[in-house]
C-alpha cells in the first residue's frame, strides 16, 4: 500500500522560509515523479513543482518559480520543498503526489504565512 507523508508546516513571518518534506511508503520511490500540490483557502488545488524519477530535471509552477526548490532523495525514499522568500498568498496546505496506476496523495501540511 503506497503512503505519502507530508511534514515541515507552519506559521512563519513574511519573507521567511520552510522546508517540507514528502516520505513514500509502500513503493519503488526512486522509479517516479513527485509532485507538490498545495491548496489556499477558498482556492483550487493547484501543482507548484515536480521532480523526475532521477531529479535531474525539476518544474515550477510560476507563482513560486525563483523562491521554492524541490529536491529528493531517493536512499531514504523522500522529497522536499525548501520555500523561501515566502509571501501572505502561498497560505495552504501543501501535498505531494505520486501516479502508480492510480494517484496516491499524502494527508497534507499546514503553511501559514502571516505577520
Known amino acids: 500500500q503506497v503512503q505519502l507523508v507530508e511534514s515541515g508546516g507552519g506559521l512563519v513571518q513574511p519573507g521567511g522560509a520552510l522546508r517540507l518534506s514528502c516520505t513514500a511508503s509502500?513503493?519503488?520511490?526512486?522509479?517516479?515523479v513527485i509532485w507538490w500540490y498545495r491548496q489556499g483557502p477558498g482556492k483550487e488545488r493547484e501543482w507548484v513543482a515536480w521532480i523526475t524519477s532521477d531529479g535531474t530535471s525539476t518544474y515550477y509552477a510560476a507563482a513560486v518559480k525563483g523562491r521554492f526548490t524541490i529536491s529528493r532523495d531517493n536512499a531514504k525514499n523522500t522529497v522536499y520543498l525548501q520555500m523561501n522568500s515566502l509571501k501572505p498568498g502561498d497560505t495552504a496546505v501543501y501535498y505531494c503526489?505520486?501516479?502508480?496506476?492510480?494517484?496516491?496523495w499524502g494527508q497534507g501540511t499546514q503553511v501559514t504565512v502571516s505577520s
Open positions: 503526489n505520486v501516479h502508480v496506476r492510480v494517484t496516491y
Open positions: 509502500g513503493v519503488t520511490f526512486r522509479n517516479y
